[in-house]
C-alpha cells in the first residue's frame, strides 16, 4: 500500500509515487536517446547564433532653449 499523506495546503501527495519517478530520473539515458537531444541542443545553438543582440541603448541629449542676452533683440525680430 502506499503512502499517500495530505499536506498542509489539502492536496493528497503520494511518497511511493515519488520515490519512483525520481528512480527513473536517476537513470541513465539511452544512447539514441541523448543523441537526439545532442541533435536538438546543437540546432538551437545554430539558431540562437543568428539572433541578433538587443540594439543599445541611446542616453537622451537635454537641450536647453537659447534665450537672447538682453530684449533689443526680441525687439529687433
Given amino acids: 500500500m502506499s503512502k499517500k499523506v495530505k499536506s498542509a495546503k489539502g492536496v ?3 511518497f511511493d ?3 519512483i519517478k525520481e ?5 541513465p539515458l539511452p544512447t539514441d536517446v541523448r543523441a537526439r537531444q545532442d541533435f536538438i541542443d546543437k540546432k538551437l545553438k545554430r539558431h540562437l547564433r543568428k ?3 538587443p ?3 541611446i542616453e537622451p541629449v537635454s537641450v536647453e532653449p537659447s534665450l537672447p ?4 533683440d526680441i525687439i529687433a525680430s
Fill in 55 to 57: 540594439a543599445p541603448k
Fill in 23 to 27: 528512480q527513473i530520473a536517476s537513470t
Fill in 17 to 19: 509515487l515519488l520515490q
Fill in 51 to 53: 539572433v541578433q543582440p
Fill in 69 to 72: 542676452d538682453d530684449e533689443s
Fill in 12 to 14: 493528497e501527495v503520494d
